[in-house]
């Protein structure tokens, strides 16, 4: 009975793409989860953190594509190229500057847990996004202020980033050093609490964006567009130009194309202009629903594969 069941519940990334649209579809839902973004949020890295192997993350720390490279093309020169690509299309001004930010935030907190969700190794993204995050202070007020003429504050930044890294990392060291074989015996369940973060995530960035659809019809299908058009762009690049195989070329696009625009969002404050709040929660779209479509490319090469 219990793995009949089993069978009904969708996989992950089919539940990610259920939770932008319940979230869509249900209003009140959306408003109701909004205040547990942040907590959803710090959940979501905790988690990843406990399942993530110690000496895995230090190998690929060591490698230049993950200290170096990856770091650099995520905070520099996506938003770079984004940026000089929609300023020579003559993008309208609000919708220029709501791409550059978005684009210039760093990857995802659950680009790791995604990868993890697909079958793929999530230290590489864990790394590359805390190295970013670490880059983030100093590259987003720069790139803000050169494309759009906007002043973040980097101590602000630092220290929104900080607790949420730093607080997450204190609690899974903590954890680990007490609880270690629990963890170990425990993953599934970490792995369905990350899962019901990213959902909750999921579900609370649609807050109010119905009533922008329906308000703003054409404005909100062209930022969903543009969002999509954005995301599979960098993660096609990104998948295009890596070494490795399949699963590692995915991953690195999954790391260029998730940006966490909301630590962007929460950083200019007042300044969000109505276009800019409506493309940020534009860009959750593509980062809830391609994961099921790298799911689908994954599924049929292993088909190829096995009936070659």
């Not at 109701?32 to 710090?42: E, G, Q, S, T």
């Not at 520099?76 to 929609?86: I, R, T, W």
Request: glycine share 8%.
């Amino acid at each position: 009975m219990g793995r009949s069941f089993a069978r009904l519940v969708p996989r992950g990334p089919t539940l990610l793409a259920i939770g932008v649209l319940a979230g869509l579809a249900f209003p009140a839902l959306a408003d109701a989860v909004r205040p547990l973004m942040a907590a959803a949020i710090f959940v979501l890295v905790l988690g990843t953190f406990l399942q993530v192997d110690g000496e895995a993350f230090r190998r690929a720390l060591r490698r230049p594509l993950v200290w170096l490279l990856l770091p650099a093309a995520a905070m520099l020169a996506c938003p770079l190229a984004v940026g000089f690509a929609a300023r020579a299309a003559g993008f309208q001004a609000e919708l220029f500057v709501a791409l550059a930010l978005s684009v210039c935030a760093p990857p995802s907190s659950g680009t790791a847990a995604v990868a993890r969700m697909l079958g793929f190794d999530a230290t590489v993204p864990l790394a590359v996004t805390l190295l970013s995050m670490a880059l983030a202070p100093i590259t987003v007020p720069l790139i803000a202020a050169g494309f759009t003429g906007l002043a973040l504050d980097p101590l602000a930044l630092a220290a929104r980033l900080a607790l949420l890294v730093g607080g997450a990392g204190a609690v899974a060291l903590l954890l680990r050093q007490k609880a270690g074989t629990l963890l170990v015996k425990h993953s599934r369940s970490i792995d369905a609490l990350v899962l019901a973060s990213l959902l909750l995530f999921a579900v609370a960035t649609m807050a109010g964006v119905r009533a922008q659809i329906e308000t703003q019809p054409v404005a909100a299908f062209t930022c969903v567009g543009l969002a999509f058009a954005c995301n599979v762009a960098l993660q096609v690049l990104g998948a295009l130009l890596t070494p490795g195989s399949l699963a590692e070329r995915l991953t690195i696009g999954l790391i260029l194309g998730n940006r966490n625009v909301g630590l962007v969002w929460s950083a200019m404050g007042a300044a969000v202009s109505p276009t800019t709040a409506l493309f940020f929660a534009a860009t959750q779209f593509p980062i809830y629903m391609t994961p099921r479509l790298i799911e689908l490319i994954v599924s049929r090469r292993q088909k190829e594969e096995s009936s070659a």
